[in-house]
């Protein structure tokens, strides 16, 4: 599935976004299907307004942005909760949990409607992330490192051409910050997907065949 | 875990009251429907509640000074017939005979007794309790009798008491029988058995043909073999018009009846009103029922925009949300309609006693509007719990 940009303007950085030249917004170019994109943004640039954009959680832009041919703007909530399932998934920078579920309840909640990854894969998973003592604790009480790294598992739990991450790494250590690549470059791998990392710093954690300033 | 994050537990008391509101409407639409098909049935159904007064009025010409002595003025022409015809509330008009021969009935044993007897006759589509073995045929010496249950109170309550006689029950007095003479000599002899007790007409009634073969054979003529009286049935004798027309000819009728008619007339407009009433305490409750339904989706906006951020379709949870509600719904409205049957049959036993007859279970304007309001419920309920989800 290919992503194309077509001239986007983010209403919101309208001001900001026609002052410089910007790799993503403005433009108009297209990204394949197994590319691993970089988007370097620092803080207040748009960073999370891109990844919101990209996912469909925003729609106050001008211009288009389409994942195979489709367009976002105007798209039908089931095709876009479709799209969502079986094409494109998200780690949210601010991760995104239920805070009234356990760390295990919040990963089931998401491996029961794609029903593509046992529970065994998904327990090992988050073994691999270091979450095993954390499995029955609620996403409340949870500290914001453990957070993430639910959330990293949570959105592997898909099939998926694209892999969207937003600061995925912000909240964690050093060790951890690898095993979670791992596990990540491991997965998308498996699904021959692509990935747009966006971050504030440039940073190696995947081999990226672009990188870009936004 | 959907469960747990769409419907929460906090409102198990707002659950409890948009239920019992919902519970209530229902229960009172079933209930007024009931009420208002139980009534007709008693009034225009098939069974035998002729006594509700109903439909069917007996008529005579008034006997005043000036006619009394002229037999033709107090009878039924033809153009009278077809003049009561034309009224618009006048659906039937049937002539009521009676014998202009000599009938002598005797009865022998402890009541014995012997009489002169008038009889009468009428179409048989106007007896309210017509008996099997009703009818007659040239030759038969088996005569059945139909008297008017008025005859039997006036009997039991009046004359055998002042007369120190036994007082005798509708099934006793079918056992008597009579001997009947007939004709002019009287050589015609009938064994006649009281076959059946007639709420509508106020007479002795036996079979036409009867009547017609001892009229022929032992009458005297066309004038006299006109009808005296006549049987209507009307739509609704309540009517301002019908009155005014029984009034403008100087008709005598059962005034009892037409003040039934007008009894049955309000208590038609108080059925009417509290099917209104019912129909707006259905809403009342339907509307609760939404606005709780709507009130437990905002209550769970920030779980319902996360699973849909997380790849949750508005129809999925659309679905998940119809499938708890709609069997709270259904449970409701089968508890109605079990309280409706439960009042159905405790209203047909209570009328038992008065000897009418009412179905054991609700008629089918209960069940179609049990129908109708369900589903009317179920698209009321699934379009708004799809559109609190999609306005998500």
């Known amino acids: 599935m290919q992503l194309s940009l077509q001239g986007v303007i983010p209403v919101p950085l309208r001001e900001k976004v026609e002052a410089y030249q910007s790799g993503m917004w403005k433009t108009t170019r297209s990204f394949n299907k197994g590319e691993y994109l970089f988007i370097q943004a620092p803080s207040g640039t748009g960073k999370t307004t891109l990844i919101h954009t990209l996912y469909g959680l925003r729609k106050d832009y001008e211009g288009n942005v389409m994942w195979g041919g489709q367009g976002l703007k105007n798209i039908d909530n089931e095709l876009l909760a479709k799209l969502r399932t079986k094409n494109i998934s998200v780690i949210f920078q601010d991760m995104r949990l239920f805070p009234e579920l356990t760390a295990w309840e919040n990963i089931e909640i998401k491996r029961r409607l794609t029903n593509t990854v046992s529970i065994e894969q998904a327990t090992m998973w988050l073994e691999r992330l270091g979450l095993k003592d954390k499995m029955n604790s609620l996403g409340s009480t949870m500290s914001y490192g453990e957070q993430q790294r639910v959330a990293i598992v949570r959105a592997l739990l898909q099939p998926f051409e694209w892999l969207l991450m937003d600061e995925p790494f912000s909240h964690l250590d050093i060790a951890n910050t690898q095993k979670a690549i791992d596990l990540i470059a491991e997965v998308v791998a498996q699904h021959n997907a692509g990935m747009i990392l966006a971050d504030l710093d440039e940073n190696n954690y995947f081999p990226y065949t672009q990188k870009i300033i936004l | ?392």
Request: hydrophobic letters at 45%; charged letters at 15%.
């Open chain 2, 1 to 392: 875990m959907l469960k747990a994050l769409l419907l929460r537990s906090k409102g198990k008391s707002r659950l409890w009251a948009a239920l019992v509101a919902l519970c209530v409407g229902t229960t009172l639409l079933l209930l007024s429907v009931m009420i208002w098909w139980n009534f007709r049935e008693l009034l225009f159904g098939k069974s035998q509640n002729d006594t509700l007064g109903s439909t069917f009025l007996v008529i005579g010409k008034r006997v005043t000074e000036q006619n009394m002595g002229n037999p033709t003025a107090t009878v039924f022409n033809q153009q009278d017939i077809d003049s009561l015809k034309q009224v618009p509330q006048v659906e039937e008009v049937g002539v009521l005979i009676s014998n202009h021969f000599r009938v002598y009935a005797a009865l022998s044993g402890k009541l014995g007794f012997a009489t002169d007897l008038f009889l009468e006759s009428v179409p048989d589509k106007f007896i309210d309790k017509k008996p099997a073995s009703w009818g007659w045929q040239p030759g038969s010496t088996d005569l059945p009798i139909i008297i008017s249950s008025q005859f039997l109170d006036l009997y039991n309550y009046g004359f055998a008491p002042s007369q120190g006689l036994p007082q005798l029950s509708e099934k006793s007095i079918q056992n008597i029988a009579l001997d009947l003479k007939v004709g002019g000599d009287a050589n015609e002899h009938y064994t006649a058995h009281i076959v059946g007790f007639s709420d509508r007409i106020s007479s002795v009634l036996v079979p036409e043909t009867f009547i017609k073969y001892g009229n022929e054979k032992y009458g005297k003529g066309t004038v006299e073999a006109a009808p005296s009286r006549l049987i209507i049935k009307a739509k609704d004798p309540s009517d301002t018009k019908f009155g005014a027309y029984i009034e403008r000819h100087d008709y005598t009728t059962n005034s009892q009846n037409l003040r039934w008619s007008k009894i049955r007339a309000i208590v038609e407009v108080v059925t009417s009103a509290t099917g209104v009433l019912a129909l707006l305490l259905m809403g009342i409750g339907t509307l609760v029922f939404i606005l709780f339904i709507e009130l437990t989706i905002a209550r769970a906006q920030n779980s319902l925009t996360l699973l849909q951020q997380i790849g949750y379709g508005p129809h999925y949870l659309s679905k998940f949300m119809v499938q708890r509600f709609m069997p709270l719904v259904l449970g409701t409205v089968i508890f109605s309609m079990a309280i409706t049957i439960i009042a159905q049959v405790v209203a047909a036993e209570a009328v038992k006693s008065q000897g009418l007859v009412l179905p054991l279970i609700p008629g089918w304007p209960v069940w179609a509007a049990l129908v109708i309001s369900t589903s009317i419920l179920a698209v009321l309920v699934t379009r708004s719990i799809s559109g609190a989800i999609r306005k998500d």
